[in-house]
């Protein structure tokens, strides 16, 4: 009976949760706690096995455990302030529930009774996080808490991956709970596939009709992508991954698999007269709709599932590769150097250094189309490593994902690269790393613009230089001292300009495990 | 017609919202706009009257937004981008909500026809909006654009005052309207109050039983107060200010009223054995339930209602006096300088320093307990002045207010009276700051904790200082550098330690009108 406190007598509601989330595999908790959450703080103290990590801005904490469980394959819990610390954590959520990513969130409120008297703090948290969250309960009773928290775990692991949503009442999580409840595990899905879909998407391959494979979730696997690869050697299929997918295998001898690009006139060119097998991805439509460019990259009569997002898409696929007998395909080059200029920074250049950099089982958390895209499209030479994107579009989601995968992988080295405009939105991220000492590396590309606007704005037909158009889209009044945020942050950091320069900095961080480190990457 | 843009060709569904928006008096946008938004962005351009301010976080915004109701007495309007965006508005809009600050929220969404889709930011705003609003709705056709922008401003601007969450999908911000729709303006509400229950509360007070006067929302202006005063000095009836109003006038000769106290035990006390007259107060409750205390600080019998929030309390209050005729009262002292040991600094020394400080008229934006409490026990003293409070407990609602503050009123001076651990939830606020060159002084209290969950932990009979419990509530580690942040975002700083630098830090802050000054005061 390891999970009883070692005095029984201190045990609460909020042990019981703990108790019941830790023996179902929970070990970290990303938490910003208040008032309503004090007895849940305390009973850290008393329940071993579960870490706390603080956040100064709950962001943090939801986007660390987005980065957590989409790298462990299990959830973390977060602990938040009532219906507005959860606001806080909503956009963060957002990008969790399009990663498919198992969270615990759990939400502490007013005692049961105080709510009926609309306290400053009581709001409609059921209202705030049924947008986010695949399951949401609030416990009623001290009995329930051990199979609610069960319960909660199983559907954030379930068919529906996602975040569960758990309300704590105060009272609850500081009931005595002398009767010791079971705690029953919840029930985990293990991932399965359709074979008789593998027999039909066979059966069109075989046609040699032109065919995009379309790879998203598991079937960005290392198993999934080398799969995919012998079935496009064995039919001519064209494959592509999903634009934004929450985790990608790369590098390292992987083949070398495009994205479906981010706008709408080059996807449509990607997909044009070809049918499209998805593996673990969703039909493709435009990120945003345009005027005149039709939503659907694909019409629906060219669109044949293989596996859906949450299937086993990697088994399916290899079973497809067996069923059509594709022939073994030699592992890609080994990791290869882009030879890089010497010379001012720019996109392509960085894409390359920071692939050229990756040690072996790197995580890049890349936020942000400046350097992203270029880094990705360098990333295939670079040696074995994750790539975990911005499923959901809520900014502000790299730097904590990279606190999560952090926490979850302490063996592997973390690089979140980013863009200026989208690491204000969670930017207190950095004290987070500094304080658990995480060798993070983070690459700002400070281009200071919102870039992504002013090519919206002239894909508008709009001036991106009048007046206020430039005012909301350029951020150099005053610019950003990232050197000094860092400080304020206790981060280390530097600013480079050049790419011997990068190729330098970047080479001091990795020798230094002792923390975070940021580098201000000066682009035009 | 000043109000068609130059070139009425360009006119689309945006202008047409700005049109309607300014007309009805609508001067100020608080921006974090995204791709979604783009037709608004541009319109700000061709519509002239609406001044553009750009937050790097939509929290900033709509904390602004608040903080620029309560001063200008309407509606600024915000621009957020889809559910995401406008999630991380959502803590302050909670504020603004308890405040019953008006608020033009503009959420722009995807096109209409592309929600179906549910691309990647397509999430529920009317879910996440509604808890905050006291209107929402999305607009269906361009040609309710001017209809649906008018109703919204009339109901922030009505008897439920609050946030009117209008959603804008891009195509119908960039429809060309060519037939110019009437804008008919908002009807407005004018307060007013319940001259039979003015009667009643006469009838009580003339009983001359024990009375307290709860003053809240209109009944804190200069008006409310002096009229309380009389009453109270006609009939022995004791003065007490909701804890966390909206906005209170302070000092200059005013009556010194002391707030209702945060903590159950002394509100209970306060209120003990006395009946309590509610002008424009709620009931009060504690602001949190503990166990064995009552949530109603009250007895529902002993409540006798003279306004309701959002009612003219300040006239039902002359009207009462009258009715009493209450005699006059002289005029409080004028402001008189508190003497200030030199000396470490602590929180008493602060609030006496910052009430000796503040210039005639100047607006102060208290968040935290601190300094917060003595600045507000010291602050009658100080020249006449404005204070506005953190309503709803959603913390980084400080700095946002002064901003919005400082926004509606340039001749006044700006104070924020902050504490280090709710200034980092809208940090970013620093950087619009610096932008718009306003010359707030922001007053951090640096004392590196979380101390009202310390307070909280031992009133639960916790250990503040188990491991955990302990690393969850103290920011020393590292401890944040607020010299290095200010400088990352622009802004001039200084770091003092005893109260004669805190002075002298204070008299070269208010020597500058260029812009910011963040001041850090080190507090044990």
């Keep these: 009976m390891e999970e009883v406190p070692q005095n029984d007598r201190d045990s609460n509601g909020a042990c019981i949760v703990l108790e019941t989330a830790r023996r179902a595999g929970v070990e970290v908790c990303f938490a910003n706690p208040g008032t309503t959450e004090m007895p849940f703080v305390g009973a850290l103290d008393k329940v071993s096995g579960v870490r706390p990590v603080l956040g100064l801005f709950e962001g943090v904490c939801t986007g660390a455990a987005d980065g957590y469980g989409r790298m462990a394959g299990k959830p973390a819990m977060t602990l938040l302030h009532l219906g507005p610390g959860h606001a806080n954590g909503i956009a963060n959520l ?3 529930r399009r990663a498919r990513t198992p969270i615990l969130n759990i939400v502490g409120d007013h005692m049961r009774g105080h709510l009926k008297y609309d306290a400053p703090l009581t709001s409609d948290i059921e209202s705030l996080a049924r947008p986010v969250s695949v399951w949401y309960r609030r416990v009623a009773l001290e009995t329930d808490l051990a199979r609610d928290t069960s319960e909660a775990i199983g559907a954030a692991m379930g068919a529906q991956r996602g975040v569960a949503t758990l309300v704590l009442p105060v009272d609850l999580q500081s009931a005595s709970v002398s009767a010791r409840a079971p705690h029953p595990l919840p029930h985990v899905m293990t991932p399965s596939f359709d074979a008789s879909r593998v027999a039909r998407v066979a059966e069109l391959l075989r046609t040699r009709a032109p065919i995009v494979l379309l790879l998203g979730d598991r079937a960005l696997s290392e198993e999934g992508q080398r799969a995919a690869a012998r079935i496009a050697a064995g039919t001519g299929a064209v494959c592509l991954g999903e634009t934004f997918p929450a985790r990608t295998e790369r590098g390292g001898g992987l083949p070398d698999i495009d994205r479906l690009p981010y706008f709408p006139e080059p996807a449509l060119e990607a997909l044009a007269g070809r049918r499209v097998v998805l593996a673990g991805a969703r039909a493709p439509i435009t990120y945003f709709g345009y005027e005149g460019i039709p939503a659907e990259l694909a019409r629906p009569e060219d669109i044949v599932i293989l596996a859906e997002p949450g299937e086993a898409a990697d088994e399916a696929l290899s079973a497809l590769a067996a069923c059509l007998d594709a022939p073994p395909v030699a592992p890609g080059a080994d990791a290869a150097r882009w030879n890089v200029e010497h010379g001012p920074l720019n996109p392509q250049a960085v894409g390359r250094i920071v692939s050229n950099a990756l040690p072996e089982g790197a995580i890049v958390s890349v936020e942000g189309g400046t350097c992203g895209y270029p880094f990705v499209t360098a990333s295939a030479r670079a040696k074995r490593h994750t790539v975990l994107t911005n499923t959901g579009g809520a900014i502000g989601q790299g730097l904590p994902v990279a606190i999560g995968a952090a926490i979850a992988c302490p063996a592997r080295r973390v690089f979140a690269l980013q863009s200026d405009g989208s690491a204000q939105y ?30 919206e704005l002239v894909r508008s037909g709009l001036p991106a230089d009048a007046p206020h158009a430039s005012r909301l889209t350029v951020l150099d009044d005053p610019p950003i001292d990232w050197l000094a945020i860092a400080q304020g942050y206790g981060v280390a950091a530097e600013r480079v300009r050049t790419t011997q320069a990068l190729e330098l900095a970047l080479d001091d961080a990795l020798a230094d495990l002792g923390g975070p480190r940021l580098i201000e990457m000066c682009l035009p």
Tied chains: 1, 2.
């Excluded at 969670?426 to 090519?455: D, H």
């Design 94 to 96: 957002h990008n969790a």
């Design 426 to 455: 969670t930017i207190q991220s950095l004290w987070t790393m500094a304080r658990e000492r995480l060798p993070v590396i983070v690459l700002i590309a400070s281009n200071r613009r919102y870039g992504i606007l002013q090519t």
